[in-house]
C-alpha cells in the first residue's frame, strides 16, 4: 500500500489494484522482482518501490512492464450508479 496518506481512497484502491494484478502476473509465470527489473533494465530496487507505492508508476511504465512480462494492459472507466 501506498506510503503516501495525502491520497484518496479511490486512488489508494487503483494502486492495490494494479499491484495486486502485476504480482499475480509475476508469481503465475515464476518472475521474481530481480527478475522483472532485470527486463526492465531497472533496479531491483526501483521495481520494489513501484510495487510498494514508494514511487509513482506511470503509464508508460506500467506499458514496459506488461511488455516485460508478455501481457496486455486493460482497464474499465466506471460511472457511478445514481440513487
Known amino acids: 500500500m501506498p506510503r503516501n496518506t495525502n491520497l484518496d481512497p479511490v486512488a489508494q484502491e487503483l494502486i492495490r489494484s494494479v499491484r ?3 504480482e499475480a502476473v509475476m508469481a503465475e509465470r515464476g518472475i521474481d ?9 531497472k533496479t531491483p ?3 520494489s518501490h513501484l510495487l510498494t507505492g514508494r514511487r509513482n508508476m506511470t503509464l508508460r ?3 514496459d512492464i506488461a511488455d516485460a512480462l508478455d501481457c496486455d494492459v486493460t482497464f474499465t472507466l466506471h460511472g457511478h450508479d445514481a440513487e
Do not use: M, S, Y
Open 20 to 22: 495486486d494484478e502485476i
Open 45 to 47: 530496487g526501483f521495481v
Open 61 to 63: 511504465t506500467l506499458a
Open 33 to 41: 522482482q530481480r527478475e522483472l527489473a532485470r527486463r526492465l533494465g
